[in-house]
């Protein structure tokens, strides 16, 4: 059985840094993209950043605009994980922060994505 388990949410003042982790098991990843989304109170679910397989033991990054430069995403394919390390962090960084994987190469639709964990909050404040 697949499961992605997010961890490392939490309550971080604004300017501050938070790591996200994400461990996955039950099957092999190592082809799989695995991103992280995020959902605020209200809006619909966004694409963060993923790291998609290309071959062999080549993996490409890729980042929303709007994170590129602050948060960073590192895949780790022999532990199956993937962390979002997040810095100055903003109130509108709220939200839940989930990953995912999908066989799919480089996408940033949640819809092409077909496993999910169950996500990790991320509360910024004064």
């Known amino acids: 059985q697949v499961q992605l388990v997010e961890s490392g949410g939490g309550l971080v003042h604004i300017g501050g840094s938070l790591k996200l982790s994400c461990a996955a098991s039950?099957?092999?990843?190592?082809?799989?993209?695995m991103g992280w989304f995020r959902q605020a109170p209200g809006k619909e679910r966004e694409f963060v950043a993923a790291?998609?397989?290309?071959?062999?033991?080549?993996?490409?990054?890729d980042y929303a605009n709007s994170f590129e430069g602050r948060f960073t995403v590192d895949r780790d394919s022999a532990k199956n994980t993937l962390d979002l390390q997040m810095r100055d962090l903003k109130p509108e960084d709220t939200a839940v922060y989930f990953c995912?994987?999908?066989?799919?190469?480089?996408?940033?639709?949640?819809?092409?994505?077909?496993?999910w964990g169950q996500g990790t909050q991320v509360t910024v404040s004064a």
């Open positions: 039950g099957g092999t990843f190592t082809t799989y993209t």
């Open positions: 995912a994987a999908a066989r799919l190469r480089n996408t940033y639709r949640a819809s092409d994505y077909e496993y």
């Open positions: 790291v998609s397989w290309i071959a062999d033991t080549t993996y490409y990054s």
